[in-house]
């Protein structure tokens, strides 16, 4: 299904040079946003400056960028993988408004590599949601069955007495 992209990512993809700028935000206990050039305010939010943040554009995004003084690792490791995670694209200069972005992926951080140079993770679609099992079929009796009546059931011969 076709997508239209905002008024600002049209202009900047007609650009002859064009760089679009990625926002990372990671739903961690204190929400971590990240930019993939400079710090920079965005929808009311701050995203911190990340100039060498690497995004690989694929079904399940990849994401890897320097891990400063093993600041990002850390927080990843307390807070574990499975958080609410959104790719955010932007093209041409700042400021932008609201309605500018356009979300490349909403998910959560999957797998993904630490060392002390770098984090690399890969993006994940939602889980889907899951209903309970429901099962519904017409009653067996209509009416209260007479005394004495038979059922053959799992666990044996069942006789109806009235109390």
């Known amino acids: 299904m076709a997508r239209d ?30 930019s993939s050039r400079e710090t920079m305010t965005f929808d009311g939010d701050s995203y911190i400056g990340v100039p060498n943040m690497k995004v ?3 079904q399940s995004p990849v994401v890897r960028w320097m891990n400063v003084n ?11 993988i499975g ?12 400021p932008f408004s609201s309605g500018d972005e356009d979300v490349y992926h ?14 690399e993770i890969i993006l994940l679609p939602n889980e889907p949601v899951m209903s309970p099992i429901f099962r519904s079929t017409d009653g067996i ?9 038979e059922i053959l059931t799992q666990s044996g011969l ?3 007495k009235r109390a």
């Open 70 to 80: 093993l600041t990002y690792g850390n927080v990843l490791i307390a807070e574990g």
């Open 158 to 160: 069942q006789v109806l």
């Open 5 to 34: 992209t905002s008024a600002n990512n049209d202009t900047g993809i007609a650009l002859a040079i064009t760089k679009p700028i990625y926002l990372l935000k990671m739903g961690f206990t204190t929400e971590l946003r990240i």
């Open 141 to 149: 009796f209509k009416h209260l069955p007479p005394d004495g009546t």
């Open 83 to 94: 958080q609410d995670v959104t790719l955010y694209v932007l093209y041409g200069t700042p």
């Open 56 to 58: 690989t554009l694929s």
């Open 106 to 119: 909403s998910g959560i951080i999957g797998s993904g590599e630490i060392n002390s140079e770098y984090l």
